[in-house]
């Protein structure tokens, strides 16, 4: 069934590490391009997939636990009777994010243009399905 993003997911802004960064901190802090450094903040505990705002947005990243995002990166609030948090990371990671991109010289994302994107999701007994296979393909 096709639905807009916005019924699957919220999309929530990262935040500036600078004053909360501990290179021996509890949980990480992640960028577009992954770990950054780490600290013993949280902007988010849970599933979640990480969706790039400027610059990587064409890989997103899946995480559960407590995490910070930095400013250039989203992470969403994923409402979980609708689609699997990893049925979701397998779906956005084979569309091509870099064919919304709004920047002319640095490819970027806009909450509107990801809310507006129409995902394909299936029942969740189906995704599940999906889920196994795909985890069983790659080990």
């Given at each position: ?9 919220k ?7 600078k004053g909360?960064e501990?290179?021996k901190?509890?949980?990480p802090?992640l960028?577009t391009?992954?770990l950054?450094t780490?600290?013993?903040?949280y902007?988010y ?9 400027k610059?990587?947005i ?6 559960n636990?407590?995490f ?5 990166l989203?992470?969403?609030e994923?409402?979980k009777?609708?689609?699997?948090p990893v049925?979701?990371f397998?779906y956005?990671s084979?569309?091509?994010l870099?064919?919304?991109?709004e920047?002319t010289?640095l490819?970027?994302?806009t909450?509107d243009?990801?809310y507006?994107?129409?995902i394909?999701?299936p029942?969740?007994n189906v995704?599940?399905?999906?889920v196994d296979n795909?985890t069983?393909?790659q080990?």
């Amino acid at each position: 069934m096709l639905k807009k993003l916005k019924k699957i997911a919220k999309i929530k802004n990262g935040k500036d590490y600078k004053g909360i960064e501990d290179s021996k901190g509890l949980y990480p802090v992640l960028g577009t391009g992954g770990l950054i450094t780490r600290t013993n903040n949280y902007l988010y505990d849970g599933e979640s997939v990480l969706i790039g705002r400027k610059g990587t947005i064409n890989k997103p990243q899946y995480i559960n636990g407590k995490f910070w995002t930095i400013d250039t990166l989203f992470y969403t609030e994923i409402n979980k009777s609708l689609c699997l948090p990893v049925f979701f990371f397998y779906y956005l990671s084979s569309i091509n994010l870099l064919k919304l991109s709004e920047g002319t010289t640095l490819p970027s994302l806009t909450k509107d243009t990801l809310y507006n994107l129409m995902i394909d999701i299936p029942p969740i007994n189906v995704q599940h399905h999906i889920v196994d296979n795909i985890t069983k393909e790659q080990f």
